[in-house]
């Protein structure tokens, strides 16, 4: 019985991992409509998963898989015009291709018109179509159809005797085609056997999902934190904690009312959170990633922000507001009387507070999560409640704290300086998309250099701004911080000359816009075909690592850019390993359509992507890239595959993972 219990649930776990990897979030139909005697149209019509989108049509070679209309056999009929779309467009400008880019989400339909030349038509072809997400793409995916019907049209010999023969012409070559293809089934080789069940077992190296939302938790954290040591917070704590432990005489209760003000400091922040997704939407908040408009207005609003640190003025909600909700808290009692001190705190600390928030909900909003943004403020309000907590639980404490200083200003000025930083980030994806040339990657890594020698500058007290104090004395902590400034200063100067900066490549603009490049430490696949490839690594004795990749893949460039440009990354692909690079969206025609049977269902594989796509769903049973798999000189998993992570240290590990199992 154990044993069958334990066999049942190893079956769960492998379908569990089979349906993770091989995602399907784009399911599309294909129908035929009669719309005259004389006219047909083929609709596909496509329902599209949360989080994902599908191209428009015409993008370009230089872009993302466009979708496109393709025939294998045409009789009797002709196309009309292009392929069109019904659906809500939108248009995007992606820095990767340096380009706008079109696409769908949630539904789309795709049109093409047919003219009927004949009493009798047959037609037989696919739709093609690529589809991504923020993480990774679906290979380019076929759509196909085949259909034949008769027409009451009786065309005049004068009017379609061109047509018919040129449709005869057609239909003579793609029946050659796929009577071809018919009778040259695939044939592999031993290094395609599938190994699906071997994956499962391994496992994924990485999941770069739960990363993301501890690292949007730290961030908030981190924002509370600094949000903390400001004038505006600080000096309130020791005031607060004091009311609480001082109203009461049962102890145990003050320190409850404190636990129930920090509760209700983090109940008004993730309210916030969740109110900027509820205004704005899951669909705005994924547009604002690369979205022209917000990002001019993100920029703005952070410059602002850093110009009320730096002390030109002060951000401040009304203060009728702030009277209201404190005259309220003090005529009520209980639970309520508590919410309103903490949501009094809120408003009275906003102009300290409130350029914190603001650049924290920019930044996890424009990650493109829908619970980004609660996330984020469930971190801030974490660190800012925990004090008024602790001290209460802990009263002593409270005689330890620094006194508030000059100090405090110090902090808000720096995190101006950091403001204006990242403000430049803004404008940088605005810059692109209208094409203004005027924040290319070397001006914007001058801008940064700048700006952090001068928060150097600041903190040995070399530049002083309006309320800092005329005190000559650097503390040990502010000099290791200028330190650290300065020295990141530097670190950036080399990427003036091409220097990939790997610790600035999720900030600064692509490297496409350097004007003047010296660096050269790029890594190249010795072999774009996988047989080839196996034969070379089996003489030789080495493993493999299969590289699953797309032009259209802006993830596939990220981790090239950011993690195989590491010189031990590089060392270890150029020497130790055979890379393989496969692309999955390669036009490249087969020298022979080949046909295959897939769950089921016989395809055609027209193109060099097609198959390449092939290999890895059914050897691996996944479709997405990002997808790196090493393997032996048999075609058999070395460890679990790797996707979309810029973590380098996880990656060396996955690297030498494989060479010891090897």
């Given amino acids: ?67 496109t209309f393709n025939l294998d056999k045409i009789e009797g009929a ?4 292009e392929l069109t779309f019904e659906g809500e467009e939108i248009k995007k400008f992606d820095p990767i291709f340096e380009m706008n880019v079109r696409y769908f989400e949630k539904t789309v339909k795709f049109i093409q018109k047919l003219e009927i030349t004949s009493s009798e038509y047959t037609i037989a072809g696919y739709l093609e179509f690529g589809a991504c997400n923020d993480e990774s793409c679906m290979p380019p995916t076929a759509v196909d159809f085949t259909y034949s019907g008769t027409s009451a049209v009786k065309p005049s010999n004068e009017v379609a005797a061109t047509p018919a023969k040129e449709s005869e012409e057609v239909a003579e070559v793609k029946e050659t085609v796929v009577d071809t293809a018919d009778k040259n089934e695939m044939e592999v080789s031993s290094y395609w056997d599938p190994v699906i069940d071997e994956m499962g077992a391994q496992g994924e190296e990485q999941s770069s999902a739960d990363r993301s939302w501890i690292y949007i938790l730290f961030t908030g954290f981190v924002g509370g934190l600094l949000a903390l040591f400001t004038p505006c917070v600080w000096p309130i704590i020791p005031m607060t904690v004091s009311f609480f432990l001082k109203r009461t005489k049962d102890k ?24 900027v997704t509820l205004i704005f939407g899951a669909s705005a908040l994924n547009a604002l990633s690369t979205n022209a408009v917000f990002n001019i207005l993100f920029f703005l609003m952070l410059v602002i922000f850093a110009a009320s640190f730096f002390g030109a003025f002060e951000i401040t909600l009304p203060s009728k507001w702030s009277n209201a909700v404190d005259s309220k808290a003090e005529q009520t009692t209980g639970l309520l009387s508590i919410f309103l001190m903490a949501f009094t705190l809120s408003l ?56 508030s200083g000059g100090w405090m200003n110090v902090i808000k000025v720096s995190l101006g300086f950091l403001e204006l930083a990242f403000a430049l980030k803004f404008l940088s994806v605005a810059d692109l998309s209208y094409g203004w040339g005027i ?62 900066l790997k610790a600035v490549s999720a900030f600064a603009p692509p490297m496409q816009t350097q004007d003047f490049n010296l660096y050269k430490n790029e890594v190249h696949a010795k072999f774009f075909d996988y047989d080839e490839g196996m034969e070379y690594a089996k003489q030789n004795g080495k493993p493999v690592m299969v590289d699953f990749t797309g032009y259209g893949c802006v993830n596939c460039r990220k981790m090239e850019l950011a993690v195989w440009t590491d010189p031990k990354v590089s060392s270890m692909l150029t020497e130790d390993y055979v890379l393989i690079t496969l692309f999955v969206d390669d036009k490249t025609k087969l020298p022979q359509p080949m046909k295959i049977v897939e769950n089921g269902t016989e395809r055609t ?8 796509s092939y290999l890895q769903r059914s050897k691996f049973g996944a479709n997405a890239q990002p997808f790196y798999v090493l393997l032996d000189n048999e075609g058999k998993p070395l460890n679990g595959s790797y996707s979309y992570d810029e973590d380098i240290d996880k990656y060396v590990e996955f690297l030498e993972k494989g060479l010891r199992n090897y």
Wanted: aromatic share 12%; proline share 4%.
């Fill in 605 to 612: 594989l027209r193109t060099v992507g097609d198959k390449w």
């Fill in 1 to 67: 019985m154990k044993k069958r219990l334990s066999l049942l649930f190893g079956a769960l776990l492998m379908c569990i991992f089979t349906f993770a990897q091989m995602q399907t979030p784009v399911k599309f139909k294909s129908e035929l409509k009669k719309l005259s005697d004389n006219q047909l149209e083929v609709v596909f019509t496509g329902t599209i998963d949360e989080g994902w989108h599908v191209y428009s049509t015409g993008l370009g070679e230089d872009g993302p898989t466009s979708a």
């Fill in 252 to 275: 145990k209760k003050g320190i409850r009312d404190a636990w129930m003000y920090g509760i209700s400091i983090v109940v008004i922040y993730v309210a916030l959170g969740l109110a």
């Fill in 348 to 403: 009275v600390s906003f102009s300290c507070t409130g350029p914190i928030i603001g650049f924290l909900l920019v930044e996890v909003s424009t990650t493109g999560s829908v619970v980004a943004p609660a996330i984020g403020m469930l971190g801030f309000a974490i660190a800012l409640a925990l004090p008024f907590t602790l001290f209460a639980m802990f009263p002593t404490w409270l005689k330890s704290m620094p006194k």
């Fill in 78 to 81: 002709k196309v009309m015009g």
């Fill in 439 to 500: 924040l290319d990657r070397e001006t914007f890594l001058a801008l940064w250099i700048v700006i952090f020698a001068l928060l150097g500058m600041y903190l040995l007290g070399k530049i002083k701004f309006a309320h800092d104090d005329d005190e000559n004395k650097i503390g040990v902590t502010r000099f290791f911080l200028a330190m650290i400034s300065l020295a990141f200063a530097v670190y950036m100067i080399p990427g003036l000359w091409g220097a990939p």
